[in-house]
């Protein structure tokens, strides 16, 4: 199962977070965020696992978040820091994916929904053709991402069948991962604030404790 720890803005954390276990990180490139990172701290963050000796963080996915920006923007920083991968967090059209993906065929796409609703869920079909991944986020009225409100895993078992690989997030953590999986089968999972001291700070003792909680899985 992949994890990818989103929200890193710290060099000496991506290192640490690879080292614990990690297939993916997330660097958040939305600027009202507090967790949002500029292109340098991306490419530090990137040089620090080339210099790192475990070949998992070499090979790692680094994940640049955006949400309701241009095509243009997002490319330019994707050339410029080295990220692997695409997520997009706003209100991107299927169409949208289906540009971005002309102007970056080399990089994973991950559309991610904030779930309003169960009927919510039935907009993800548009968008198999152009993304590689799908990412499942509880939906806040003011927030757009790392709020760590949970989504009803239950429901979403019975409900959510896509025909693509996808990403459960929304207020997982440490203690409440071994449940979430226990009602629901994702590819893989996202936290952000569930692992962290404060916004962009990770708490590293969370992180080992997550991996620890999924080795008994
Ligand atoms: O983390 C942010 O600040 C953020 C800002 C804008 C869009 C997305 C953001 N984070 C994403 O939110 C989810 C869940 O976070 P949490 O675990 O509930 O704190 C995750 O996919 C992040 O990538």
Redesign the pocket.
Known sequence: MRVKI??ITQPEQSLAIAALGATAL?F?C?PT???YVTIAQIQAAIAALAEGNAPISKNIDKIG?F?NTTISEISQIVKKSGLTGV?L?GDETPEFCQQLRQSLPQVEIIK?LRVRSLEHLQTTIHYTDYVDTL?L??YHPQ???????TLDWHQLNQQFSPGLPW?L????TPDNILTALSQIKPNGI?????VEHS?GNKDLDKVALLFQKLENW
């Open positions: 989103c929200g997330g958040i939305v965020s507090p967790r978040v949400a997520q967090h991610a990412l986020d509880a927030q757009l991402g790392g709020t760590g409100q990403f997030a929304g207020g997982l996202d936290l952000s604030s569930g916004p």
